[in-house]
């Protein structure tokens, strides 16, 4: 019975437009009530509650165990396409295994019998989530044994960020029956991963040594393949039994790069430049050097001109274009052959190639060189009339001054003049022709200015500078606990906090004591602090083969910016860990590397 029907009717002697009012009303909300669609109400906080594993069938820690089955209950229904991707056990098994189950319980089918007095480790890594997709914080871990003993051994660590030391969560944690890294080949006995915290535990393990590799697994096949991010153990043998001796010196993740850099594509952009595409950026930015071409050529499909690239330059925006400058360069095919001197960041060098590219007619001719900014871009601030100003750019100690321009140029002139109009003399680096950078003589002078003059399109530019004294600049301090190590080993490199760009910065210990001088009023840094095993001055994150630990590595955020005129010491110190702790349980912390 609708609505309309249940109500009783207007009178007929109401007047017409109070009769009107009232129907009116019924049939909207007679309409009103049939679009009704019931609906779950809404509100409440999200879920951010991982699922929990409330019982397993066999229990965690049972003995003389036969089965052909696991079986899992969780606080809440899981995912379970996840639960097949997080699911492994050990010793690994041959053939498929069948998942079965939904909602809280899902049931795992093994392919084979299990051994016998074997001790069985079952992992969920932190890719299993609930249907909600809340995933764990660390992986779930339990072991049971076909026989009347369980394997007890243990060992545990921490896997950190190369760059600044943070945490590297849901990294794969993969235990070797190898003395080194020899022999890696048969695959892990053991897998784990690192919780949000980056520790991880390996237990329930057989008593012995491993090897134990840290691993972003990029593909999930559970391998170390070429181009993935590794932590190399900080010793080869990691000793795994009942002491609870705990490894305090972190694993240190790092993507090993192998592979050189090459050329991809080389385009025409006029009759004289040529834009040089790479696989990947090189280790240079903008504002430092390249080596000019020695043997880098194009020429032509006859062969019968070759012309030589007579310099290289930096993109702007994109790190992985360079441009290079050629002879003028006639309609057809051409291809640039040879190589110059260049690297990525892993030092691989720029392999040699042959690149074909063609010159299309009517491309027109190299656009006139022009200015297009002070360097570093913050010397562009200042203004630079005929007097002088009351305020300058400051020019640092790590700093040049210098110019970016649209191209090479040596049809061009630069002076520096002191306040009182007296020339400076200078020495002048043009290994980079479309940035070079100016090191004038400051000695007595206090305040000065630059003046370039380009003739190609009939410009000066200027600008006025002053040089960074005592009372513009501060040092930050950091005291270092050594350890077991050779203080006279121990380097520090200075980073700018919200940069990922070069070092500010290197300094060396002075008794306890990492100072960083000369330093910009307001400047925020992070420190990376290393033991310099090799001499190269730079941090190495060691290798597999031949194995060699990383580097000892520790880092710290400065919390405070450096006041002018101050040495501002960081109120903690800085412990370098030593390898291991005897009698420390796998859940304590260990020794802080900031």
């Known amino acids: ?70 079986r899992f209950t969780f606080s809440e229904p899981v995912d379970e396409a996840s639960f097949r991707t997080a699911f492994s056990i050990a010793p690994e098994m041959n053939g498929a295994i069948d998942f079965r189950g939904s909602g809280r319980t899902v049931e795992v089918r093994l392919p084979e019998a299990l051994r016998a007095s074997t001790t069985y480790r079952v992992t969920l890594d932190v890719s299993l989530r609930d249907r909600r997709s809340v995933t764990l914080d660390a992986p779930i871990t339990l072991a049971f044994a076909t026989g009347s003993e369980i394997d007890r051994g243990r060992l545990s660590g921490r896997i950190l960020q190369a760059r600044d030391g943070q945490p590297a969560a849901g990294v794969d944690v993969l235990a070797f029956a190898s003395a080194d890294s020899t022999d890696l080949n048969e695959g892990p006995l053991y897998r784990t991963q690192t919780g949000s915290d980056g520790r991880f ?28 991010a590794l932590a190399v153990p900080p010793q080869a043998a990691i000793p795994a039994d009942t002491s609870m001796t705990a490894v ?32 990947e950026p090189l280790a240079w930015r903008l504002d430092d050097a390249i080596a000019p071409p020695e043997n880098l050529f194009v020429v032509d499909s006859l062969r019968s001109r070759s012309v030589r690239v007579d310099a290289l330059w930096f993109s702007q925006n994109n790190p992985r274009i360079i441009y290079g400058a050629v002879e003028e360069l006639a309609p057809g095919s051409w291809t640039m052959e040879g190589v110059f001197a260049a690297a990525d960041s892993s030092g691989n060098e720029l392999a040699p190639s042959q690149q074909p590219f063609s010159v299309s007619p009517g491309l027109p001719p190299p656009d006139p060189v022009t200015f297009l900014s002070w360097t570093p871009d913050s010397l562009g601030a200042v203004p630079a009339g005929d007097d002088v100003p009351a305020t300058f750019r400051v020019v640092w100690p ?40 100016w ?37 930050l301090g950091l005291v270092v606990e ?7 080993e121990i380097v520090g490199i200075l980073w700018r906090t919200r940069d990922s760009g070069p070092s500010i910065a290197t300094t060396s210990l002075e008794g306890d004591m990492l100072l960083f001088e000369e330093l910009s009023g307001g400047f925020r840094g992070r420190a990376l602090v290393f033991v310099d095993q090799d001499g190269d001055g730079t941090w190495s994150p060691g290798s597999l083969l031949p194995y060699r630990a990383a580097e000892p590595v520790g880092w710290h955020a400065f919390g405070e910016p450096v006041r002018p005129r101050w040495d501002t010491i960081a109120a903690d110190t800085l412990r370098l860990a030593p390898l291991m702790i005897p009698g420390m349980a796998p859940t304590e912390d260990v020794p802080s590397q900031e």
């Not at 237990?203 to 181009?227: A, C, H, K, M, P």
């Open 201 to 228: 535990r390996l237990e329930y393990l057989s008593e012995g040594s491993y090897f134990v590799v840290g691993l972003e697994d990029d593909n999930r096949n559970r391998q170390i393949d070429t181009g993935e």
């Open 248 to 279: 305090a010196r972190p694993w240190v993740l790092a993507r090993f790069d192998e592979s050189a850099p090459t050329v991809e594509r080389v385009r025409a952009i006029s009759t004289g430049e040529l834009e040089i595409r790479l696989s």
């Open 1 to 70: 019975m609708s609505i309309v029907q249940s109500r009783r009717r207007p009178s007929r002697n109401l007047p017409f437009r109070l009769r009107l009012r009232y129907s009116c009303s019924i049939v909207l909300l007679a309409a009103l009530t049939a679009c009704a669609v019931p609906v779950p109400p809404t509100g409440g906080p999200p879920d951010s509650t991982p699922p929990a594993l409330e019982s397993s069938e066999p229990a965690p820690g049972a003995v003389n165990v036969e089965t052909d089955r696991l």
């Open 398 to 437: 790590f700093e040049a001054p210098g110019v970016r321009l649209s191209g090479p140029t040596v049809d061009s002139e630069i002076t520096f003049v002191d306040s009182s109009g007296i020339q400076m003399a200078f020495q002048v680096d043009y290994s980079d022709p479309a940035a070079p950078k």
């Open 482 to 488: 050594a350890g077991e190590f050779d203080p006279e």
């Open 439 to 475: 090191y004038p003589d400051v000695r007595g002078r206090f305040t000065y200015k630059a003046m370039l003059r380009i003739a190609e399109d009939d410009s000066t530019h200027a600008i006025w500078l002053r040089t960074a004294t005592e009372r513009d600049m501060g040092a």
